[in-house]
């Protein structure tokens, strides 16, 4: 079973246990088939959302500090919200992880594409086979746009709570940062988008694949180390497994609601194989 990505330049690209491949559509003779007027349109259509998207993108994300404004937010949703898989290239009906393959050393790895990338933001999909996990990490400063194109997924996702007293001595630990809560639910295809901002929405949130699965990233702006859009990684306790910080107020009932989360060193899961995008191609961008 194999990553089919349709379109692109026809050369099969293969990364780890995954492979990218042209599928080549079948030429239907026009004399004796009423179909070609259809599939054309709905190829026409595949090309036009994502290009929708990627245009909208350059009006909507402005550059690092800046977050984009709700009728802005509800005009990339709508589009993102509207697209399919095989708006990317993605054949629904395909299995394309090899379940036995997968998992060499008994590590699922995630495989990443990258339809396009410039400073203001960038499109990505992430390929998880089932069982793979994307670990608990933040995106400092930027808002981001996800969907699930494939699969059923688990997600958890905080955000962070102000200490009652910052300057209290009676934290449970310096590495320890009290968050809330935002998400802890399981997800499957078609759905809509969700989105995230710097400091709201699930900043923070991990993503697990209980069945294969592909997500459609906006990140506005990507990550960026010189920039100090780094990536980190957190381990996340139950609230009522630690010491309230200084005599919190939260009521007992809510402490599911709550979590510590302490930053760790980059786990192996998040290492991700890359694979060359083969689907529909953007017109008049440059690097």
């Known amino acids: 079973m194999e990553i089919k990505l349709i379109g692109g330049s026809g050369r099969e690209n293969k990364v780890g246990y995954v492979s990218g491949r042209l599928n080549k559509n079948k030429r239907i003779s026009s004399k004796r088939s009423k179909k070609v007027k ?24 402005r550059g690092p500090g800046t977050v984009p404004s709700p009728p802005d937010v509800q005009i990339l949703r709508q589009i993102i ?18 379940p036995v393959s997968g998992a060499a050393n008994g590590v699922h790895r995630v495989t990443q594409t990258t339809i396009y990338m410039c400073k203001n933001f960038s499109l990505c999909i992430f390929f998880l086979p089932a069982g793979a996990v994307i670990p608990l990490h933040n995106h400092p400063g930027m808002t981001v746009f996800s969907k699930l194109l494939l699969g059923t997924m688990h997600i958890k996702a905080y955000d962070w709570v102000d200490p009652v007293d910052s300057s209290s001595n009676n934290k449970p630990s310096s590495k320890l940062r009290l ?88 786990p192996k899961e998040s290492v991700m194989d890359g694979i060359e995008y083969l689907g529909p191609q953007i017109r008049g961008f440059s690097f």
């Open 38 to 61: 259809p599939d054309g349109c709905k190829t026409k259509k595949k090309v036009i959302l994502l290009q929708r998207l990627y245009e909208s993108c350059q009006q909507v994300f």
């Open 81 to 98: 919200d509207a697209m399919q898989p095989e708006d990317v290239g993605l054949s629904s009906e395909l299995q394309f992880f090899n």
């Open 179 to 266: 968050a809330r809560l935002k998400a802890d639910d399981v997800f499957t295809a078609p759905c809509d988008s969700s989105v995230l901002y710097p400091a709201s929405g699930g900043n923070i949130h991990a993503f697990t694949a209980i069945t294969p699965c592909a997500v459609l990233d906006v990140l506005g702006p990507p990550y960026s180390r010189e920039d100090g859009r780094d990536c980190s990684y957190y381990k996340d306790s139950p609230y009522t497994s630690l010491p309230t910080v200084d005599g919190s107020a939260i009521k007992e009932e809510e402490g599911k609601l709550y979590g510590w989360l302490e930053e760790i060193e980059m």
